[in-house]
């Protein structure tokens, strides 16, 4: 997949240092796998879900459920938008925000 945009996990790694492994771990799949749909990456990233508040948002945990990675998925031009990583409770504060402002 192409991963636009590193960013995202260059800062987490700095914010988060103690899951900087298993975020290497996650954007080393993303990099070198190419997925066509949703259930094909779900093998190999299982908390894969769908960001329920945005049309072709996913979210993924991250080192168990610590971190979650909100991104916007194109599988079929086999792209990966970063948008966030965030805390699980920093997370909970975007799905408020997004579930009372639907695009």
Do not use: C
Not at 10 to 37: C, D, G, S
Not at 69 to 94: G, N, Q, T
Request: hydrophobic fraction near 40%; charge should be positive.
């Amino acid at each position: 997949m192409h991963v636009i945009s590193r960013k995202p996990f260059n800062e987490a790694m700095l914010m988060y240092p103690n899951h900087e492994l298993a975020l290497t771990e996650l954007l080393n799949v993303l990099e070198k796998k190419t997925f066509t749909q949703p259930e094909e990456m779900k093998r190999y990233i299982p908390s894969l879900d769908n960001f329920k508040h945005r049309d072709k948002w996913w979210v993924i945990d991250v080192s168990g459920n610590s971190l979650r990675l909100i991104s916007y998925i194109d599988f079929r031009l086999h792209k990966i938008f970063l948008k966030h990583i965030v805390s699980h409770a920093e997370y909970d504060k975007l799905t408020a925000y997004d579930r009372g402002n639907k695009e």
